[in-house]
């Protein structure tokens, strides 16, 4: 009798302690991540033909396939989009392993973009940063692997030809330079007051946009600098930007100069809904070069765009073509650019991105 | 069947009954456990689903809305009418501006669209999106045709890429519908919406975070599932077959697509099962060992005790009848046995006791009967003698044997005491044969030969009677019954350890079969014999001596037919302290 009832209270102390334990449950959060780390790999007949050739030069591992990484810091635009779809096609073309990832304008997730990518074996790699300064321990751990490093339209704060390859990028000092200059010729009008649309402040590029256009103004004394806010390379913050200066400066200024097109065509946007009239009472310049923007120049309410190429394919795979076969490579490559205005935008539309 | 102890049987009864009790128990509380967890996952993952899954109907919901907020636009009616420029200026500039005011809306809106998109049959085309168009007719894809074909919403479950804009790959899934121009009623193109699959993953993982679920998205006609916690279609399981340790569970969102969790509850309970185990193990092992000494203790308090009256009964005989047994246990059975066991003993000890008195007064009744029966035979003879020898002016003679007679009897009686020394027993018996001899002159002569020392005559204690009857048995069977003349020898001495009375006469002598019979008799102690008439006596002298000394002591008789006749007295040199105290029980 004793031992059954025993036996009972037992059996009931096990089931509640069980009951206790069992509410609790593992939290199996996914360690995958929200990375997007995608991998193309080719078609095996096509780089069969370029291995069997001979022995893959600057083959790190050995293993026969030349892999390329490239560590995008955002697909935040067609200027991003075409960037990404250009190095993929010409990686493609060349028959290199194209493995990409997408910082998502996280500085902090770029790094581990880059860690996830050394990891994989890359023979060489490819970092368009995000932040100058942050963006260095990524170099670093590709210098320790020995996987060279070639950065893309923007510069970082390490050496150069020491801590990586070279720099390809457009020449921004030239793009807010050509900007002042092409207003100078075609502004026509006596005086210039100048609102200029930054963007995200941290690269060089934006750094460079302004240091060049700020130059050219210097070389004007008909222009002046009215105002300088960051518009984020984003058109609807460049949109509520631009109406605040609206309403700041009561519309007194006649140019807006915008480090990107998208931006410009939030400045449009806001002008037109403040009843000013871009392209005719109100100049945009602008930089990049996107279809949409080429579209407003023919339509008149864009006045200028000195580009930005973003197919940088052709250039980047040379560069390190040349730096595998022990070439002397340039510490800062520049991509071709040229001036849009309506005098040549619907021939240029065909080639804008 | 082998016999066992009660105690072992015990232990291992309740131990079985233990182990066959927790295992029970054990079995009953880990199934129903098991269904509890079940359950519980059931329960929980269908609160997650439908979490989810009004999440995502949300979505499709705002979707909608968003959709039909487009088509009632007023911005975006004017613009589907106004579609007559004289060059492509117009287009552009209207592009421009309701490109930016698509975007405004739809980031206004909501963030989980990726893009929205309206598409008109003359070729115009708007976006919300920061990516450039495809380069591509999108009027002659299905798609297209799909939703401007049907007045109802249309939605595309998963595919690879976007529809409308040219971006890096990710896969999709859209709302569209029809767009008509108000003013004609006129279908002029389409409305579209797309979405990543990857919001599915973001809706399911702020809401699943706890529990270990697989989500997978489908539409019925599609072949493949959008598994949404890795984001990657899978092949479509259409086997809806539950598997074991699995537990899958649908439901249908509201535009007809089918969320399915699947989850292992196996998985999930893995940890539990573990600590269960161990629970269980740790439980087993004090459960088993408290079992054991349980049934130990248990078995003990019964057996004990039992152990305890065996050892009494062993112990008890005649002697020790009256010694009780006290036995401290709370088992009412057992105190039953023990105070029956008391009381049988004593009952047997009480029995014993009567016995004891029965034959202790059989005997005398045998011994006051046999004074009885010789006395006043052997009276009236010996009176009609004395008469006799009166008669014939013997006076002498007759003066010897009434003398002779007088101290006969002053032995005999002998204060009433049943035992006598030897001297006086031997003295007795030569005043009988003296007063035999007397009254049978001519045909009976005696003689005594005393071969032991007097002292020793003196102090050895006897019953009394146990010469006389033999002496008697030998004038009346042995000599008188012949009819010729005999002589009658009467010897003490001491062999060995033993004292020898040898009464030996020469007459008529027992039978070979008979004698063999009498001394069988003798042997045994017996009492009675069929086959003798005469022997009366002799087993009853025999059995007083083996009464008082022991089984060592009593009668041998020897003979040959015709010739003689010795029975052999066989008695101790000396008593023994308890035969002194057996002298004092039989006088009281």
């Keep these: 009798m004793k031992r059954k009832v025993l036996a009972a209270v037992l059996s009931i102390t096990l089931f509640a302690s069980l009951g206790v334990t069992g509410c609790s449950k593992d939290d199996g959060a996914d360690a995958a991540g929200t990375g997007e780390i995608t991998t193309e790999t080719e078609e095996a007949s096509e780089t069969e033909t370029a291995a069997a050739d001979s022995e893959v030069k600057g083959d790190i591992n050995g293993d026969g396939i030349f892999r390329v990484g490239f560590s995008e810091l955002a697909i935040d635009g067609a200027w991003r989009v075409a960037q990404v779809e250009s190095m993929e096609s010409v990686a493609k073309e060349k028959g290199y392993e194209f493995v990409m990832a997408n910082a998502e304008l996280d500085t902090a997730k770029q790094l581990s973009d880059v860690e996830d990518l050394l990891a994989q074996d890359l023979d060489f790699l490819f970092i368009a940063p995000m932040d100058m300064e942050a963006i260095v321990p ?14 893309l339209d923007r510069e970082a704060a390490a050496t150069a030809g020491e801590d990586y390859i070279c720099t390809i990028l457009s020449d921004y000092l030239w793009q807010g330079e050509t900007c002042a200059d092409w207003l100078n010729e075609n502004g026509g009008s006596d005086s210039y007051k100048i609102v200029q649309i930054t963007g995200k402040v941290g690269g060089s590029d934006v750094r460079d946009r302004q240091a060049g256009f700020e130059t050219g103004v210097a070389k004007y004394d008909n222009m002046e600098i009215i105002a300088t806010q960051s518009g984020e390379w984003s058109r609807t913050e460049a949109q509520k930007v631009m109406q605040n200066i609206i309403q700041s400066t009561g519309g007194d200024f006649n140019v807006v100069y915008c480090h990107n097109d998208e931006m410009a065509l939030g400045v449009v946007l806001a002008l037109k809904a403040a009843g000013m009239n871009p392209g005719t009472d109100v100049k945009v310049l602008a930089i990049d070069g996107q279809a949409e923007a080429v579209e407003a120049i023919i339509a008149g309410e864009i006045n200028c765009i000195a580009t930005c190429n973003p197919r ?35 021939e240029k539309l065909a080639d804008a991105f | 069947m082998g016999k066992v102890s009660i105690e072992k049987r015990l232990r291992e009864l309740f131990i079985a009954t233990a182990v066959v009790a927790m295992a029970m128990s054990i079995t009953i509380s880990t199934i129903f456990y098991i269904n509890n967890i079940i359950k519980t996952a059931k329960d929980n993952i269908n609160a997650t689903m439908d979490y989810n899954g009004a999440e995502i109907n949300k979505i499709i919901a705002e979707g909608i809305e968003f959709l039909s907020i487009l088509e009632n636009d007023i911005t975006i009616q004017q613009a589907i009418r106004e579609n007559d420029f004289e060059n492509e200026k117009g287009i552009y500039a209207q592009r421009i501006s309701l490109n930016s005011y698509l975007r405004i809306l739809a980031n206004n809106y909501s963030e989980d669209m990726d893009g929205t ?3 008109l049959d003359d070729g115009r085309s708007f976006k919300s999106s920061v990516y450039p168009f495809r380069n591509d007719d999108f009027q002659n894809k299905k798609w297209y045709q799909g939703i401007i074909s049907q007045e109802n919403i249309r939605y595309d479950f998963g595919y690879e890429g976007t529809r409308v804009i040219s971006n890096i790959v990710y896969p999709c899934f859209s709302i569209g519908r029809q767009i008509r121009n108000y003013k004609t009623g006129e279908v002029v193109g389409i409305i579209i919406i797309e979405y990543k699959m990857e919001i599915l993953k973001k809706i399911i993982e702020k809401n699943s975070s ?6 997978s998205v489908c539409d019925e006609i599609t072949d493949r599932d959008w598994d949404v916690l890795h984001n990657k279609f899978i092949e479509k399981d259409n086997t809806r077959r539950e598997k074991l340790g699995i537990i899958t569970l649908r439901q249908s969102l509201e535009n007809g697509w089918i969320i399915t969790a699947k989850s292992s509850w196996f998985q999930m309970i893995k940890r539990e099962l573990l600590i269960t185990g161990m629970i269980i193990f740790i439980g087993i092992i004090i459960i088993t060992t408290a079992s054991v000494i349980f049934a130990i203790r248990f078995s003990k308090a019964i057996t004990a005790p039992l152990h305890e009256v065996l050892l009494h009964m062993e ?34 000890n009480d029995l014993f006791e009567k016995g004891r008195m029965v034959e202790q007064d059989m005997r005398k009744a045998h011994f006051m009967a046999l004074q009885a029966q010789i006395n006043p035979h052997f009276l009236y003879n010996t009176l009609d003698h004395i008469a006799w020898q009166i008669r014939v002016n013997m006076y002498d003679e007759a003066l010897a ?18 035992l006598i020394t030897l001297e006086k027993e031997l003295e007795h018996t030569n005043y009988y044969l003296q007063i035999q001899t007397a009254r049978f002159k001519d045909e009976i002569s005696y003689q005594m030969n005393m071969e032991m020392e007097q002292n020793k005559l003196k102090e050895l204690v006897v019953p009394k009677f146990i010469l006389q009857p033999l002496v008697e048995n030998s004038i009346y069977h042995g000599i008188r019954d ?35 019979s009498l001394n069988e008799s003798l042997m045994k102690g017996e009492i009675n014999n069929r086959d003798t008439d005469k022997g009366y006596g002799i087993l009853n002298v025999n059995q007083r001596i083996k009464y008082l000394f022991g089984m060592d002591y009593g009668l041998v008789i020897e003979s040959i037919e015709g010739k003689f006749t010795t029975v052999k007295v066989l008695l101790p040199l000396a008593n023994i302290d308890s035969q002194i105290v057996q002298k004092h029980k039989i006088h009281k």
Excluded: C
Excluded at chain 1, 138 to 148: F, S, Y
């Design chain 1, 138 to 151: 990524a170099i670093e751990a590709a210098k320790t692997k020995g996987v060279p490093v070639i950065l």
């Design chain 1, 312 to 346: 940088f394919g052709p250039t980047a795979f040379e560069t390190m073509e040349k730096y595998l076969n022990g070439e002397n490579i340039d510490l800062i490559i520049n991509n071709a650019e040229y001036i849009i205005d309506s005098s040549n935008a619907e």
């Design chain 2, 117 to 119: 998109y309206l598409l």
């Design chain 2, 210 to 215: 706890t529990i270990n679920l697989d989500f």
């Design chain 2, 315 to 348: 112990n008890i005989d005649q002697d020790n009848l009256k010694k009780t047994i006290a036995i401290n246990t709370k088992f009412i059975e057992m105190e039953k046995l023990v105070s029956g066991l008391n009381e049988m003993t004593s009952q047997i």
């Design chain 2, 401 to 418: 044997s009434i003398i002779a007679l007088a101290k006969f009897f002053r032995l005999a009686l002998n204060m009433g005491e049943e």
């Design chain 2, 482 to 516: 012949v009819g010729e003349t005999g002589k009658i020898t009467v010897s003490v001495r001491e062999v060995d350890q033993y004292t020898y009375i040898l009464i030996h006469d020469d007459g008529a002598g027992i039978p070979k079969e008979k004698l063999k």
